[in-house]
């Protein structure tokens, strides 16, 4: 009779184990989404402050006016220095650029707070004109869609075909860039590993793009893009270390070129 209630008292103190385990994992992953909602609300009411409005600009009318204000962004941030929207989409954020640490909005935010989050940000192997061959934005997967955890819907080809454009906005400039390559690479850094001051290079670093053959990967080969283009890669992280996400457009409007500067 003492070995049944010794029994009972051992699978009953189980259970309450794994009944305790299992509020902390349920309190541990409310606390994280509460979290994450809080630091997605800050960057929406920071948006609201500084945007007027973020429309497609397939027509930019002659006086280049943008949707930023850029005036009010510098006394929040002197490290902001363009904007990023993605019509369609929830990207539609400052980009950055710190000139001490290239890795500081990694884990900073762009009130310059430790976040997850982190920002939008280039690093200082680009200039900040965006006239690179390849000027490559950075941005965190973030699960709700946030920062640039919305890319991987363009691993659907249907969404890669209705949405086509990426918007950059620079005080009294604004670039317009087709996507034509949306697919998963390794984990170098493009800037370091490929030489693009070399034209062979170029070359073979787009027909390197355009011959991806992964399931994944959608590719616009009726986009003609040519060594002499300037292209833009917006770069993501997967549940893979060794990989990166990539959605890549060709520069195909420069206000500042069509009006002057």
Known sequence: MGEKVT????????????????????????????????????????????????????????????????????????????????????????????????????????????????????????????????????GHNMRNGTMFGSLKKFRDNTFFEQNRYINIYMPGRILKYEIFAAYVFDDRHILLNFDFSDINVRKEYLDMIFSTRKVSANIKHDIAVTENDKIITLSTCTSNDNERYLVQGVLIYDSREQFGS
């Open 7 to 138: 029994e009972k008292s051992r699978k009953k103190k189980i259970w309450i184990i794994i009944l305790i385990i299992a509020l902390l994992c349920v309190i541990t992953s409310a606390s994280y989404f509460i979290y994450l909602k809080i630091e997605s609300d800050k960057m929406d009411d920071f948006k609201d402050e500084v945007t007027v409005s973020t429309d497609d600009t397939s027509s930019a009318e002659p006086e280049v006016e943008t949707p930023v204000d850029f005036k009010k962004l510098k006394k929040q941030n002197p490290d902001i220095y363009a904007w990023i929207n993605i019509p369609g989409m929830v990207i539609d954020y400052p980009i950055l650029r710190n000139p001490n640490n290239d890795r500081f909005y990694l884990t900073h935010s762009v009130d310059l707070k430790k976040s997850k989050y982190g920002a939008i940000y280039t690093h200082n192997y680009n200039d900040m004109e965006f006239n690179d061959f390849n000027t490559v934005v950075y």
